[in-house]
């Protein structure tokens, strides 16, 4: 990736012989160390880390220390989270240096990689749990997966120098989140072409190709650029990982025993009249559309694929309230602007729909911003007391469409169709 910055954080113990072959044989740019008040003042870190930028050409971070009696303790989980923590926020510049860990090519006013690069936006963490204690390294994985992070471990080679040793790197938690709602059709293509020519694919299998890209992200799967292939033009070669195949084969299985196929979903829509599907105001089954709270085009897609989809079908992506016998439904959809009839057929552009219920809609905000902490809390916690119900289908909306890699100004509120009632954005 152009300009990224990679940053390794080790959790370091009394034998440092893992951490210059870590460092050697991934990407770095910078590296911290967590390790043990106690054995800091035994161990010259600083001096070792000197060496490491002296001969790889990284730049040494900090050193985050904790007493052995917390280390040790009930609270060792947290103090190592809080030591990561404490370690990405000094290399994220921003007011909130979580937003867009994992999604780098967020919407900036200029978005040129360089620009972002040199402001911080593309950081990738490694996290180094080969040192420290068990109970250090339980929660070093930990972080990483709250992070977004990669966590690893330097196996040592059987019978092999000291100085050995291969990086394992292990995907992270958000692999089940991934695989539970792509698009089964992607999955499976995956699993009958678990390699080749990934623009073949993109072409073929638009779906199959995000997923491939979020599997190498995942470090399930390799997504490499080729010019030494026997083609008349260089190209991207794809390989799903052993591992990442056998998870698409167990989440193929789980869910083909519970999702009904395209043919019997499709069967499962009713019928409705010509007056009513022409009329994008009133639905036989969602009542009359009361509010239109966001609208999104392809100006708010934060990377270039996003925006090419966009403007290929025409799309503008709606969040709407719809009122039936007096309950309020929360709809997010993709409506085709040149032929309101015609739907999407990307499963991103897929369309759902919320009940108005509070305690539904506090529970589904919840589940969306799972692990990756999207929103600081004192918001979340504003919205959530305050109870009122177009405020947390408003939010809801916005994790929805930023999840999916859309940018919504905070300061275009007036502007975007909240709240106006049965009106849509011209």
Known sequence: MVGAKNVHILMMGRDPGHA??????????????????ELAEEIDHKSMMDEWASDLGIKPGGIQTIPNSELFSAEATGKVVAAVLSIIRSEKSQNRPLDYLRNPADRRDDNTWEHKADKGWLTKFYIGFTGGTNLMSGAAVHAANLFGAT????????DGDPEDGEPILFPSMGVTALLSTAPIGAIENLLDNPSGDHVALGRSDVEAGFLALELSWLNLATVEYRDDLDILDATFEYNVSEEGILLLGIFSERRGHTEPSAEEDGNLEDEVSPEEENNSTQDSKMGVLAHTLITVTLENASNELLR???ERWNLEGRAEVWELDGKLTLRTYFANTEDESSKPNLFRFKEETFEGDNDLLVKEIVSSI???WRRSEEELSRIISGDN???LMTYLAKLKFEKMGFYIDPSSRSGSGWGRAGKKKP
């Not at 210059?20 to 008040?37: F, M």
């Not at 966590?151 to 059987?158: M, N, Q």
Request: net charge positive; with cysteine.
């Open 20 to 37: 210059k072959i870590g460092l050697q044989k991934l990407d770095c740019d910078v590296v911290h160390i967590i390790t043990s008040a």
């Open 370 to 372: 799972g692990y990756r």
């Open 389 to 391: 119900q177009v405020e």
């Open 308 to 310: 090419v989809l966009m």
């Open 151 to 158: 966590p690893y471990y330097v196996a040592r080679v059987p």
